[in-house]
């Protein structure tokens, strides 16, 4: 008798948990994309700063002061 209460119980506390997953995944999906074009001109200007051949440019047009 208290093994069909159990499981009751747990796929009703499961249910909430479950949404609230559903739910951050899409926000933090949602966040990410909006994100991408500064993460892409991030990597961009980081490879602009590290990269041995283009520290030759940024010297000689003056841009990294």
Do not use: D, H
Request: glycine share 6%; net charge positive.
């Amino acid at each position: 008798m208290l093994q069909p209460v159990l499981l009751a119980l747990t796929v009703v506390g499961f249910i909430p948990m479950w949404l609230a997953s559903l739910a951050s995944s899409r926000q933090m999906y949602r966040w990410w994309r909006s994100m991408t074009p500064n993460e892409r001109m991030r990597g961009y200007v980081f490879g602009l700063f590290t990269q041995r051949e283009y520290a030759k440019e940024i010297r000689a047009f003056g841009l990294a002061k």
